[in-house]
C-alpha cells in the first residue's frame, strides 16, 4: 500500500541507519529497533517518496555545535566514556542503569543531535519548511549531564541553532510522558524560549519534576509552562488540557518557529508509564501543534521523538503518522497498515501488528470553554497552570 501523493511540501526527514548506532544494549528499553521499524513503515506507506520529502542523512555534530547547550567537561566525559565504556561517571550521569555507557557513544548521540541540527539549518536557509527527526527527542539530557536514556539534547541544539541563524523567539511543546526538564533546564533564563510540557504528574514518574510553579528563571518568568496530568490521565483529559493551555500561550508568545517532541509513551501499551492515550490522541496533538506552527510563523516546524517503548505496537505507528502529518499526506488513525510491514514484524519479533494506523479510540473531549470544573483533578492541575503563568503573558486565566 502507498499514500496518494498530496501537494509538494519542504519536508525534510532525518534518517540513516547509522542511527541505529544509538544503543544502550539488549536489555535496555531504549532499543533501536523501535526506529529501525518506523523506518520500514514509513518506506513501506510510500510517505518518503512524495513530492516535497527529503529524507538527508544526519551530519554528526561537532563538538563545538554541542557546546552551544552542553557543557564543554561534559562533552569530554561522553567521549572518555565513549573510548572506554567499562567505567562510570556517576557526575554526569553516564555509566547508570539508565544511562549505561557504550562504544561509540559519542558519536552516535551527536548523530542524532545532528539531524535536529541539520533541521533547523534547513528551516533557517528555506530548504525546507518542516523537518521530522524521529531518532531525536533527547529531553532528559541537561548542559552538563546525562539522564533518562539522553546523552545530548538534540531538541535543545536545534532550538539553539534557530536563535543563532536569526529567530527571536522559539516555542517548544513537549507531549512525552515524562517532563521535557533538561530542554526546560537549558533555556531556563532565556525569554526568547517557550518551553511547554505536558507529562505524566511527577508524584507518579520519573523525573519527578515539571509541577505549574516552575515558571522559569529571573527575567524569564512565564518561559517555562508546565502541566502535570493526573497519573493515569486518558485521551479526554490530554486534549482538553492541552487546549486549554498550548493555542492561548502560543499565541501571545508569537514564535518565529515550533519545535515539538512526539514521545509516544503516553500510550496506553507502553511499559513505562501510566497514562492511557491512544495513537489517535496523539495524532490529533501533531495535527494541532502543526496547525499553530501554519497559524502562527509561516509553518516552520521541527518535530522530534522521543520516548516511547511497546517498540512494534506503538511506536512506528505514532511516528508514521507524524512525518505524515508534517508533509500533509493523506494518512490517518483509519489507514490499514501496510501488509508487508505487518508481517515483517510478525515474522521478525512473533507478533501481529495492528491492522490500522491508529487504534479506534474514541477521542472526544470537553473543550475548556465549557468551564471550569474544581472537583475535577484534571481542572485543578490546568487551572493552577494557567493561574501561574497566563498572567506573564497578559492572559486571563479564567477567560481567555
Given at each position: 500500500?502507498?499514500?496518494?501523493t498530496?501537494?509538494?511540501?519542504?519536508?525534510?526527514?532525518a534518517?540513516?541507519e547509522a542511527?541505529?548506532?544509538?544503543d544502550?544494549?539488549?536489555q535496555h528499553?531504549?532499543?533501536?529497533?523501535r526506529?529501525h521499524?518506523?523506518?520500514r513503515?514509513?518506506?513501506d506507506?510510500?510517505?518518503l517518496?512524495?513530492?516535497?520529502?527529503r529524507?538527508?542523512?544526519?551530519?554528526?555534530?561537532?563538538d563545538?555545535?554541542?557546546?552551544?547547550?552542553?557543557s564543554?567537561?561534559?562533552?569530554?566525559?561522553?567521549?572518555?566514556?565513549?573510548?572506554n565504556?567499562?567505567r562510570?561517571?556517576a557526575a554526569?550521569?553516564?555509566?547508570?542503569?539508565?544511562?549505561?555507557?557504550?562504544?561509540?557513544?559519542?558519536?552516535a548521540?551527536?548523530?542524532?543531535?545532528?539531524?535536529?541540527?541539520d533541521?533547523?539549518?534547513a528551516?533557517m536557509?528555506?530548504?525546507?519548511?518542516?523537518?521530522?527527526?524521529?531518532?531525536?527527542?533527547?529531553?532528559?539530557a541537561?548542559r552538563?549531564r546525562a539522564?533518562?536514556f539522553c546523552?545530548?539534547?538534540?531538541?535543545?541544539?536545534?532550538?539553539?541553532?534557530l536563535?543563532?541563524?536569526?529567530a527571536?523567539?522559539?516555542?517548544?511543546?513537549?507531549?512525552?510522558?515524562h517532563h521535557g526538564d533538561g530542554?526546560?533546564?537549558?533555556?531556563w533564563?532565556?525569554?526568547?524560549v517557550?518551553?511547554?510540557?505536558l507529562?505524566e504528574?511527577?508524584?507518579?514518574?520519573?523525573?519527578g519534576t515539571g509541577?505549574?510553579?516552575e515558571i522559569?528563571?529571573p527575567g524569564?518568568?512565564?518561559?517555562?509552562v508546565?502541566?502535570?496530568?493526573?497519573?493515569?490521565?486518558g485521551?479526554a483529559?490530554?486534549?482538553?488540557?492541552?487546549?486549554a493551555?498550548?493555542?492561548?500561550?502560543?499565541?501571545a508568545?508569537?514564535?518565529?518557529?515550533v519545535v515539538?517532541?512526539?514521545?509516544c509513551d503516553?500510550?496506553?501499551?507502553?511499559?513505562?508509564?501510566?497514562?492511557?492515550?491512544?495513537?489517535?490522541?496523539?495524532?490529533?496533538?501533531?495535527l494541532?501543534?502543526?496547525?499553530l506552527?501554519?497559524r502562527?510563523?509561516?509553518g516552520?516546524w521541527i518535530?522530534t521523538g522521543?520516548?516511547?517503548?511497546?517498540?512494534?505496537?506503538?511506536?512506528?505507528?505514532?511516528?508514521t503518522?507524524?512525518?505524515?502529518?508534517?508533509?500533509?499526506?493523506?494518512?490517518?488513525?483509519?489507514?490499514?497498515?501496510?501488509?508487508?510491514?505487518?508481517d515483517?514484524?510478525l515474522?521478525?519479533?512473533?507478533v501481529?501488528?495492528?491492522?490500522?494506523m491508529?487504534?479506534?479510540?474514541?477521542?472526544w473531549?470537553?473543550s475548556w470553554?465549557?468551564?471550569y470544573?474544581?472537583?475535577?483533578?484534571?481542572?485543578?492541575?490546568v487551572?493552577?497552570?494557567?493561574?501561574a503563568?497566563f498572567?506573564?503573558?497578559?492572559?486571563?486565566?479564567?477567560?481567555d
Open positions: 500500500m502507498s499514500t496518494h498530496g501537494p509538494a511540501v519542504p519536508l525534510q526527514v534518517w540513516d542511527m541505529l548506532a544509538y544502550f544494549g539488549l528499553p531504549m532499543n533501536p529497533e526506529l521499524l518506523t523506518a513503515l514509513l518506506g506507506s510510500g510517505l517518496d512524495l513530492d516535497g520529502v529524507v538527508v542523512a544526519p551530519s554528526v555534530a561537532s563545538e555545535d554541542l557546546a552551544t547547550v552542553h564543554e567537561d561534559y562533552i569530554r566525559a561522553v567521549r572518555d566514556l565513549s573510548w565504556p567499562d562510570s561517571d554526569h550521569g553516564i555509566g547508570t542503569e539508565d544511562n549505561p555507557a557504550f562504544s561509540g557513544m559519542h558519536e548521540s551527536a548523530r542524532l543531535a545532528g539531524g535536529s541540527l533541521a533547523a539549518d528551516l536557509s528555506g530548504r525546507a519548511v518542516r523537518a521530522v527527526n524521529f531518532g531525536g527527542g533527547m529531553h532528559h541537561a552538563s539522564s533518562g546523552i545530548y539534547n538534540d531538541a535543545a541544539a536545534s532550538i539553539q541553532r536563535l543563532d541563524r536569526g527571536q523567539r522559539v516555542l517548544y511543546v513537549d507531549v512525552d510522558a530542554t526546560e533546564s537549558i533555556f533564563d532565556d525569554p526568547r517557550l518551553t511547554i510540557s507529562h504528574t511527577g508524584m507518579s514518574l520519573f523525573p509541577f505549574a510553579n522559569g528563571g524569564a518568568e512565564g518561559s517555562a508546565n502541566v502535570a496530568l493526573p497519573t493515569t490521565a485521551d483529559a490530554l486534549l482538553r488540557a492541552f487546549h493551555v498550548v493555542p492561548q500561550l502560543a499565541g508568545f508569537a514564535p518565529d518557529v515539538s517532541q512526539h514521545g503516553s500510550h496506553r501499551e507502553d511499559p513505562l508509564t501510566n497514562l492511557r492515550v491512544s495513537i489517535d490522541a496523539q495524532h490529533i496533538l501533531m494541532a501543534v502543526r496547525d506552527a501554519d502562527l510563523c509561516g516552520r518535530a522521543g520516548g516511547g517503548y511497546a517498540l512494534a505496537s506503538v511506536v512506528p505507528r505514532s511516528w503518522l507524524l512525518v505524515a502529518v508534517a508533509a500533509g499526506a493523506p494518512m490517518g488513525p483509519a489507514t490499514p497498515v501496510p501488509a508487508a510491514w505487518r515483517y514484524v515474522e521478525r519479533h512473533g501481529d501488528a495492528p491492522p490500522l491508529g487504534d479506534g479510540a474514541d477521542t473531549w470537553r470553554e465549557i468551564g470544573d474544581p472537583d475535577d483533578e484534571l481542572d485543578r492541575t487551572m493552577a497552570t494557567r493561574k503563568v498572567p506573564l503573558h497578559g492572559l486571563d486565566p479564567w477567560f
